[in-house]
């Protein structure tokens, strides 16, 4: 869980908090973002979570993690001087907890939110980002066609456009 070396740049954007465990507006702000990964982990957004606890307090940053349900990428904070992490992360962030990003591929700070999150400020965020809809992910099936991803048994009927079973 220690966070050692550089940040890795994907092509997804991440959105990252920075929290402790003894900070309860932290606390309180993980299950939204479970909420959050769920929603959208399947379109390409990145959770991670970095534990600003003291290097000795892993097992109880891991165990929070484990009762939240947090299954993102989670890190523990292994670097002493932590104003030197906040200037690297975000030079506007002035060191209060929690603290949230959404980054966009590249690097640029597209949200930031000092203190307990607006969980619906963050979805605009991010869907301002990855768009509306799932639309762009879909494979368009010919008419008639099968949808072989799914089953085989099954065929689609044109005239009451629905599945029908074989």
Request: hydrophobic share 35%.
């Amino acid at each position: 869980m220690a966070m050692r070396g550089s940040c890795r740049i994907s092509e997804a954007p991440h959105l990252s908090s920075a929290g402790r465990t003894w900070c309860a507006p932290c606390i309180t702000e993980l299950p939204e973002f479970v909420t959050i990964h769920r929603m959208y982990r399947h379109r390409k957004l990145q959770l991670v979570t970095i534990s600003m606890d003291e290097p000795d307090q892993g097992a109880v940053a891991l165990d929070v993690l484990k009762k939240k349900f947090v299954s993102a990428e989670n890190y523990h904070l292994d670097i002493k001087d932590r104003d030197r992490f906040a200037d690297l992360l975000d030079k506007q962030w002035e060191g209060p907890l929690p603290y949230t990003l959404l980054i966009a591929p590249g690097g640029e700070i597209l949200y930031r939110q000092r203190g307990e999150i607006k969980p619906l400020a963050v979805k605009r965020a991010i869907v301002d980002v990855l768009g509306r809809t799932y639309l762009l992910l879909i494979k368009q099936r010919p008419r008639g066609a099968r949808h072989a991803n799914f089953c085989d048994s099954c065929r689609f009927d044109s005239a009451s456009r629905g599945v029908q079973r074989q």
